[in-house]
């Protein structure tokens, strides 16, 4: 398992979910989140920092 570190926006939020795209890496497919695991104050156009599978708002 790869325990790295991914960068991501928050593309849309969808009820408890939230689509995130990746900022690092030129991947065309969106990434479906639970927004229980996601910091309460994301909204669309938040950068987000995964590392662990912990996501924190980033400038």
Known sequence: ???GIW???V???DGDYAHLRRTDE???DLK???RALLPYEIEVG???K???MQY???E
Do not use: G, N, R, T
């Open 1 to 3: 398992m790869d325990f």
């Open 7 to 9: 960068y991501y926006e």
């Open 11 to 13: 593309v849309s939020i």
């Open 26 to 28: 030129q991947i065309d």
């Open 32 to 34: 479906l989140v639970a």
């Open 46 to 48: 938040s950068k987000l």
């Open 50 to 52: 995964c590392e662990m």
């Open 56 to 58: 924190e708002i980033v």
